[in-house]
């Protein structure tokens, strides 16, 4: 896990990375800071990098089931990947089910590109998933494991900073995935509105905003500023039985 992994993981980074757990995540931090410290120890290739060699090894090429399958053992069993993951993965797939076929759809944080296929293989020809990533690292993987699960016609892949990237898009989207630094969650759905990248309807998702990240401005922005009609869904941090949960804000307009 590279520091801004790290950061993107761990809302709220400039409080120290162990200061604000709580006494059940701490374990599971640990461990992933020893694993973290093994792969620097060994040279090992950046995680991405990692996962794609594994998916490539371990999967069916046109086959995005078997992708997520791979991209899942690896994070079980090698190491942990900050995937939506398979249990809040079905909340995720039911507002791309309920968007519908021909759904346009944005992402923010698309590091290995597991929500993305996992989205996109639900999408129609009309369909499809603008993911902006700003690691290079996480862009080279992602285009390649997308590409390997035959899926790289419906989903563009963009690098640069969401607050970069968010001025220069046009049109609304139907489903908005948030799942980058939890601490941009507020800004960068401010500057969507601005945009004008809603229409009534549209969804806001937002991944981990449960005690471990809490991005409570975000959370008080969406429930109390009028313009959304949100709820929160329990589940856990993906891979783990941690407690988490996902944000599903409709806009009202
Ligand atoms: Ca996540």
Avoid at 50 to 58: I, Y
Avoid at 140 to 167: K, M, N, W, Y
Wanted: aromatic share 8%; hydrophobic share 40%.
């Amino acid at each position: 896990m590279t520091p801004d992994e790290s950061r993107k993981l761990h809302y709220g980074s400039g409080m120290g990375m162990l200061g604000f757990l709580k006494p059940a995540h701490i374990g599971w931090t640990l461990g992933n800071l020893r694993d973290a410290a093994i792969d620097k120890l060994r040279g090992s290739a950046p995680r991405p990098e990692q996962a794609r060699l594994h998916v490539e090894a371990h999967a069916t090429r046109g086959d995005p089931a078997s992708v997520l399958a791979a991209l899942d053992d690896f994070a079980r069993n090698r190491r942990f990947l900050m995937n939506v993951g398979p249990e809040k993965g079905q909340l995720l797939e039911a507002e791309v089910d309920r968007a519908g076929p021909e759904a346009r759809i944005l992402e923010l944080g698309c590091y290995c590109g597991y929500s993305a296929i996992l989205m996109a293989r639900r999408l129609g020809a009309g369909g499809s998933v603008l993911s902006i990533e700003k690691s290079g690292h996480s862009v080279r993987a992602a285009r390649t494991i997308i590409d390997f699960a035959g899926l790289s016609h419906a989903v563009e892949v963009r690098q640069g900073a969401s607050g970069d990237c968010i001025p220069q898009l046009e049109a609304h989207f139907d489903l908005i995935f948030l799942d980058h630094w939890k601490d941009l969650y507020e800004a960068d759905l401010r500057a969507i509105e601005a945009k004008q990248l809603l229409r009534p309807g549209s969804v806001i998702f937002a991944d981990n905003v449960g005690s471990l990240f809490n991005p409570e401005d975000y959370l008080r922005y969406v429930r109390e500023c009028g313009h959304y009609d949100s709820r929160s869904e329990e589940s856990h941090i993906e891979y783990t039985q941690l407690p988490d949960r996902a944000e599903i804000s409709v806009f009202r307009g």
